[in-house]
């Protein structure tokens, strides 16, 4: 077999190999000379079938999938003689030869980039330094009161906090649209529900009361048949219903769990809760710091066959089906940083010799387990499924690889309040009100 291999623009490989015509005609002989015995011909005894026969009836179907395997096989063999690494699968041409006694075929593929793992040292990462207070506790508290709350009706005007139900009618230049119509459509007055004015609209209203809003709907209104366009709303106010919060007794304590403590078992639950929210969240932000940074330090080409590859689970996975309906080039950006990553932490793993040992591993499905209410059983699914078990040591060598670039790096503390690390938009909007 002779093999040569010529580079083309990027990371494309053309690889031409050539073996003897003769290093397929024993194999086609062999399993002509097999059919023989199992064919099935009209005229002709079962086993007694010359070959002469069956090469006339089934000769180029035999040919065909002999030559096939062949050019599975001298591909696999060509690449590992000349030590490469191919991505994505070979498109394989057969060249018409004078010389019958030569097989030649083109292989085109893409390989894989060569990577040089980049220093991180002169990088710096930011690291929040977040406390939680009383302060912090009793809000979230408040807020998991306000999630339970519910809203009995009034016979009153509706004010900021009310939820008012109504049936409404919109119409553009006098025509419907999608979504223009909604019945017994509950609407809490100051959560910005309903575009900018409806929920104004609304406030002094009581139950029977029948409203017109000329409204607009925002430029970068999510459906951009409407964006930017004037709009008339016909209400009907059904009902007006005042909100009332749970009291923080036994009975709304049992609903988490709580039955033993009283309000300060609850608290601590409520703190456990939101420590565990926090670390996750800043571990989160380091982690995508990171990943970022990593990505920008290592500039390479990514193989176009993986990216389409990427971009087809991608389309996949939004769906939730195995079929990609969805446009692939949707996707292509994202693909293609994703695989740029997943090249470069591969790389990164193997030059550091980087590993998950089953301790780590098997602690992270522990920890991934205690949010469960049975997490012997999740531990148990996760130990016995390779694909899951896989997607774990996967996650770890993650986090051991922004541990190496924390080691590599700066990293600096900013201490930052439980609301401004958590809700910065809300931090945002709160320092604007002042």
Not at 280 to 303: C, F, R
Request: aromatic residues 6%; contains cysteine; charged residues 30%.
């Amino acid at each position: 077999m002779q093999v040569s291999v010529e580079p083309k623009e990027g990371l494309e490989r053309e690889m031409t190999v050539e073996f003897p015509t003769a290093d397929i005609d024993g194999e086609v002989k062999t399993c002509l000379q097999s059919l023989t015995k199992t064919v099935k011909i009209n005229g002709f005894r079962p086993g007694k079938i010359p070959v002469s026969v069956v090469k006339k009836r089934f000769g180029a179907q035999v040919e065909a999938e002999v030559l096939n395997e062949k050019l599975q096989k001298s591909y696999f063999e060509a690449i590992a003689q000349e030590k490469i690494n191919p991505a994505g699968q070979p498109k394989i041409d057969l060249v018409d030869e004078d010389n019958k006694d030569i097989i030649r075929y083109k292989a085109t593929f893409e390989v894989y980039p060569e990577i040089e793992v980049a220093s991180l040292s002169e990088q710096t990462f930011e690291k929040a330094n977040v406390e939680i207070t009383d302060a912090d506790i009793d809000a979230t508290i408040e807020n998991i009161r306000k999630q339970n709350q519910v809203f009995n009706k009034v016979d009153r005007a509706a004010e900021e906090g009310d939820q008012v139900v109504v049936d409404f009618v919109g119409t553009i230049d006098d025509e419907g649209f999608n979504g223009n119509e909604g019945k017994d459509v509950p609407i809490i007055l100051g959560q910005a529900q309903m575009i900018e004015g409806f929920e104004e609209g609304l406030k002094g209203a009581k139950a029977g009361d029948e409203i017109t809003l000329n409204l607009k709907f925002p430029e970068d209104y999510h459906y951009a048949d409407v964006a930017g366009k004037d709009v008339q709303f016909d209400v009907k106010v059904k009902a007006v219903n005042e909100s009332s919060l749970p009291e923080l007794n036994d009975e709304f304590f049992a609903k988490f769990g709580i039955t033993e403590g009283g309000e300060e078992a609850f608290c601590e639950e409520v703190k456990k809760n939101m420590q565990l929210e926090l670390d996750k969240a800043i571990s989160g932000k380091l982690k995508n710091q990171i990943m970022d940074t990593i990505l920008e330090v290592h500039d390479i080409t990514v193989p176009s066959a993986l990216v389409q590859e990427e971009a087809v689970n991608m389309a996949k996975q939004m769906q939730g089906s195995d079929e990609a309906d969805l446009p692939t080039h949707l996707f292509e950006d994202q693909a293609k940083k994703r695989v740029a990553l997943g090249l470069v932490l591969a790389e990164i793993v193997k030059a550091n010799e980087i590993k998950a040992n089953p301790e780590k591993v098997r602690q992270k499905v522990a920890e991934l387990a205690a949010t469960y209410e049975n997490p012997q059983e999740v531990i148990n699914y996760y130990m016995s499924n390779k694909d899951k078990l896989a997607e774990i040591e996967s996650f770890v060598l993650e986090e051991m690889v922004v541990d190496w670039a924390c080691d590599q790096a700066k990293v600096e503390e900013k201490s930052l309040s439980f609301t401004e690390f958590m809700n910065p938009e809300k931090d945002k909007e709160a320092d604007a009100a002042e």
